[in-house]
């Protein structure tokens, strides 16, 4: 059984615990929490420690999963915990992933441990969607769509307005946009011909409507690039209509092939996921046991999803893949 | 510059002349044939020489793709070129993979170079999305969809019926069965319930149509377990209307994540190609350019795309994927 520890207990770190917990050859040590551990309640029942003592645990785990944010958490806290452990994280800010990447690098170099940083599905399934893609079509076009599903980012800044008791923002590709790539157009699109954006708010008592779907749509870089829609219902209406966390899009290369790139071709690879967290989790659960392996084969330093071997990430072993899935 | 051989000068052999000619970091040194060399004119004017000649070439060539038959050449060809040279072939077979692997693995692994078996679309960047789904979403299933597209095994044994001049076999997948999927009902198929077969046919003059279409309709295993249709049409109209060979398809994986299995998931995988062959030449050089990083770090033995880190594919640096792809 391959141990595992979860540093950070929100959303996605119950999306580990699910998939740890239900995967047949991995075992759930301990969750690491940065908050009072008398506090936090695992859904399993698996202990709970204070963050600051997982150094204690250090024979006891063979991979940690660390569930921070990207803009403030994982930054440290992957370098810090590769000094010490085999770790996974779903690092998904893009233009700092290269320094990410070196002081991720850095660490578990020194201490002779694997780090796959950045395994979620975007970066993580896509990354590896558009990598297979370009292989094959080396010319041609890659166009990555999101959604429908609820950006938290975005729905974060609305709540942040003033006189906003709650939102949920869905990013919605447009149909048209995708219909263009499949047919083999290569289009060059603006933000705004790719995706809409789709707001559900709950005002505060008395407070101005009319400012708070300007703020909205004005908001640079989140919504003014974008066909915006703000609408207003009750926080029951939220509650009971967008309470989940569904997501999942798009991955599309459109390429020639031929002498005289005479072919057209479409890839295509789509997720339609009831829930964003819980399966970021799972591809955390599979990329925790690929540097398992990876690491126990004598391996270490900074990875990404590109660099492990597929047959690393599964369960089965590789003569039941050959045999069944090849 | 990776410099490669091709063994066999078929469709995917071109194939794989186009994609080699296209890459900025791969050479076509030569193609091998069993027929005779001077009747064999590659379209790049690459140099043709006998398959016999290719033990000379040994210092020459640092990967031979191989375009024969999974039928009657590679299960010998692929074993014996391996033994001199890294090599990469489509070998699809599936049931007797297992078989082949370890045939290719003991040439490769006693001469110490890798061969990659299995590298086309199906086996090969279907195999990638089954596992990749199959990784992320344990408990659910597995469907593959083949076409709209031409099967030339098919094909071809409509062209050995008594009577028959030519004919074009499309498979088509069934657009209900397809969407039954998606919506995340883990139906149970037969094979008539997932692919249609269309048959274009040419009589040859005074043929009993009547008795081919029944020789099609109830040929075992080809077509009997499925809906067909035969259509008869003129030389002139198939060549017109049905000379390309596009394929494609989709594999979907629905599967659910969750403590109670309450989230449904579909991870799909689409690939809608004008040329089947090109496609698959697109996908062998890419592999060709894999086994000769792979052996240059000391790998050596049989693999398949499942065992290869997906950087070595791409003619782009790790670097360059994580900066741009990631």
């Not at 600051?52 to 006891?60: A, T």
């Amino acid at each position: 059984m391959i141990r595992i520890g979860i540093a950070g207990y929100g959303n996605i770190g119950r999306g580990v615990e699910s998939a740890v917990t239900n995967a047949p050859d991995m075992e759930l040590v301990a969750v690491f929490t940065r908050r009072d551990p008398a506090s936090v309640c695992t859904v399993t029942g698996a202990p709970v420690m204070a963050y600051d003592q997982i150094g204690s645990m250090k024979d006891e785990l063979d991979v940690v999963v660390i569930c921070g944010g990207s803009a403030t958490d994982l930054p440290w806290m992957t370098p810090e915990l590769a000094a010490q452990f085999n770790v996974i994280d779903s690092f998904d800010n893009h233009a700092n992933i290269p320094e990410h990447f070196a002081n991720v690098d850095a660490a578990a170099k020194a201490a002779g441990k694997v780090g796959i940083i950045s395994c979620g599905w975007d970066p993580g399934y896509f990354s590896l969607a558009r990598v297979f893609a370009d292989a094959a079509l080396p010319d041609g076009d890659n166009y990555t769509f999101w959604g429908r599903g609820v950006s938290q980012g975005h729905s974060d800044a609305i709540r942040r307005i003033e006189g906003v008791a709650d939102a949920r923002q869905y990013t919605v590709p447009i149909p048209a946009a995708v219909d263009a790539v499949r047919a083999g157009e290569h289009p060059v699109f603006t933000a705004r011909d790719m995706h809409l954006r789709e707001c559900y708010v709950v005002a505060e008592e008395g407070a101005d409507k009319a400012a708070i779907e300007e703020a909205i749509k004005t908001m640079p870089n989140y919504f003014e690039p974008y066909d915006t829609t703000v609408e207003f219902i009750s926080q029951e209406e939220l509650n009971e209509k967008h309470s989940g966390l569904p997501h999942g899009g798009s991955v599309l290369r459109s390429g020639t092939t031929g002498f005289n790139a005479e072919f057209n071709n479409t890839v295509e690879f789509t997720l339609d996921l009831d829930s964003n967290p819980f399966f970021t989790g799972s591809i955390l659960a599979a990329a925790a046991r690929a540097a398992f392996r990876m690491n126990s084969e004598g391996q270490c330093g900074a990875k990404t999803l590109l660099d492990v071997p597929p047959v690393y990430l599964s369960h089965q072993s590789r003569e039941e893949l050959i045999a069944h899935l090849l």
